[in-house]
């Protein structure tokens, strides 16, 4: 075993871990605290495949904003519900055992993918993977229509958080 | 040695698995976003697998990866303003007590 994989294999642990603590602690804050955990797990998940500028992203967007906006929104919407009874619904055998199932036919389905246990290329002689995912992000032959279609998704989905959570003045 | 695709994609369906799971136990609906935020995550780890396994000349992985963290960014804004604003009129984050629009 080599170095990369036991470092695989640690990060997975703990990915794997706090994910299923996010879906199980009952404290919601806790939850939010542990989504952080596993969000920086797929941050070291993405540097070891080389994309450094997912990672650097991942760390800044998904922890620094949409996890704090989580535990915002816990701390605005605490008093009444949280901590106090079960916080899964009672038939909750029901999604465990199709989580199970359809986890069981992935991993089927992935062993018996061709190519499924190659290993990774070598990047190619020059290739700066950041400048060339911020040429392809803007380039008309790549991915520039996406790009624009995300930028007015995020100014709409702005917009409509703003309009939605305002206080309305009667 | 270095490690090979099918472990990225058995974690990253197993990640998937457990989001799956909290999405549809759970009562609380910020919980819920919180099991999806797991699932797009998952997805993510595939698409930038696949971008250094299969084809790594190509940026079409991490520029879809990209759009992925961008629509996870609006719905979460969009999401948590909308369970504030239940909160404000109902008092309540009970994903089934929310039932205004159920005839």
Redesign the interface.
């Given at each position: 075993?080599?170095a990369?994989?036991i470092l695989?294999i640690l990060v997975?642990v703990v990915?794997?871990g706090s994910?299923?603590m996010?879906?199980t602690t009952r404290k919601?804050i806790h939850?939010?605290l542990w989504?952080v955990v596993?969000?920086f797990g797929?941050a070291v998940?993405?540097t070891?495949?080389?994309?450094n500028?997912?990672a650097v992203?991942?760390v800044v967007?998904?922890i620094g904003?949409?996890a704090i906006?989580?535990i915002?929104?816990?701390m605005?919407?605490r008093r009444?519900?949280m901590e106090k009874g079960?916080?899964?619904?009672p038939n909750?055998w029901?999604?465990?055992l199709?989580?199970?199932l359809?986890?069981t036919g992935?991993?089927v389905l992935?062993?018996n993918?061709p190519?499924?246990?190659?290993?990774?290329?070598a990047?190619?002689e020059g290739?700066d993977?950041v400048r060339?995912?911020g040429s392809?992000?803007v380039s008309p032959k790549?991915?520039v229509l996406?790009?624009e279609v995300?930028?007015v998704?995020?100014l709409?989905?702005?917009v409509?958080?703003?309009y939605?959570?305002t206080?309305d003045k009667k | 040695?270095?490690?090979?695709?099918?472990?990225?994609?058995?974690?990253a369906?197993?990640?998937?698995?457990?989001?799956?799971?909290?999405?549809?136990?759970?009562?609380?609906a910020?919980?819920i976003?919180?099991?999806v935020?797991?699932m797009l995550?998952a997805v993510?780890?595939n698409l930038?697998?696949f971008?250094?396994?299969?084809?790594?000349?190509e940026?079409?992985g991490?520029?879809?990866?990209?759009?992925v963290?961008?629509?996870?960014?609006?719905?979460?804004?969009?999401g948590?303003?909308?369970?504030?604003?239940v909160?404000?009129r109902q008092?309540?984050?009970?994903a089934d007590e929310i039932d205004l629009m159920k005839w």
């Open positions: 075993m080599s990369e994989q695989f997975g990915i794997l994910a299923l996010v879906v919601l939850a939010a989504l596993t969000l797929v998940l993405f070891l495949l080389r994309a500028f997912l992203i991942q967007v998904y904003a949409i906006l989580f915002f929104a816990v605005l919407t009444e519900q079960r916080q899964t619904r909750w029901i999604p465990a199709l989580g199970a359809i986890l992935l991993v992935i062993l993918l190519g499924a246990e190659r290993t990774a290329l990047l190619p290739l993977p060339a995912l392809a992000l790549a991915y996406p790009f995300a930028s998704l995020m709409a989905a702005l409509g958080a703003v939605v959570a206080v | 040695m270095s490690i090979p695709l099918s472990w990225y994609l058995i974690l369906a197993t990640l998937f698995c457990i989001g799956l799971y909290g999405v549809l136990s759970r009562k609380n910020i919980a976003l919180l099991g935020e797991l995550n993510n780890v930038v697998a971008w250094r396994y299969l084809n790594p000349a940026m079409a991490q520029a879809f990866a990209v759009i963290f961008a629509v996870a960014a609006a719905e979460v804004a969009v948590l303003a909308l369970i504030i604003s909160y404000r008092k309540t984050v009970v």
